[in-house]
Structure formats: C-alpha cells, structure tokens
Nanobody, 123 residues
Framework: QVQLVESGGGLVQAGGSLRLSCAAS????????MGWFRQAPGKEREFVAA????????YYADSVKGRFTVSRDNAKNTVTLQMNSLKPEDTAVYYC????????????????WGQGTQVTVSS
C-alpha cells in the first residue's frame, strides 16, 4: 500500500510557475514509477509526465514538453512537478500516481493515486 499526498497547487497568472510536490508513504517508494496526471472540468483525466524508479527516465505529454519538469528524491519519498510558462489550458486538478511496473503514460497501469491539487492559471 502506498499513500500519496499532493501539495503546491494554487492560482497563478499565465506565464507564471508553480511547483507541485507529492509525498509518498507506505511501501518502498523506489519500487514505483511515478506519474502526474490532470483533469480539467468536463474533460477526461490525461497524462502529464512520468518518471522511472531511479529517475533515469522521464516522459512528457507533448502539451507540456519543454515547460514542465518531473523529478524525484527517493531518499525523501517525494516526486515533484515543476511547471513553468503556465497557460490557462493548464488549469486542472493535478494527481500523482504510483506504478509498480515502472513508468507509463497509461492511467490503468497506476495502482495508487493521490487526492489531487487544484492548479488555476488566469489569463
């Protein structure tokens, strides 16, 4: 069992930055690939970024590539999403998730999910 708690969301103007964190507790954090997903009002949840168990591999959705950076600290059981050059279309609830099989862009491969943190980007 892995418990995930996101933090760092908020309201920011377009062009600004936010840093989301996800704190994990429970089973060995380094056993899990980690992902970030988001869900905007009226839309399906979508993949944002993923990072492998050792942080050697990362993967991004095209919509955030070059603006968002995912990282992890296995000693602190945390994964972070640095979001720069934010756009109004980035407005969503952001979720972190844990995948025992590695890292993936597919939601169904993730077993554990946090409750989400709201990010609102004003124009």
């Amino acid at each position: 069992q892995v418990q995930l708690v996101e933090s760092g969301g908020g309201l920011v103007q377009a062009g600004g930055s936010l840093r989301l964190s996800c704190a994990a507790s429970g089973r060995a954090f380094s056993d899990y690939g980690m992902g970030w997903f988001r869900q905007a009002p009226g839309k399906e949840r979508e993949f944002v970024a993923a990072i492998g168990r050792s942080a050697k591999y990362t993967y991004y959705a095209d919509s955030v590539k070059g603006r968002f950076t995912v990282s992890r600290d296995n000693a602190k059981n945390t994964v972070t999403l640095q979001m720069n050059s934010l756009k109004p279309e980035d407005t969503a609830v952001y979720y972190c998730a844990a995948n025992h099989g590695g890292f993936s862009a597919t939601m169904s491969t993730y077993t554990y999910w946090g409750q989400g943190t709201q990010v609102t980007v004003s124009s």
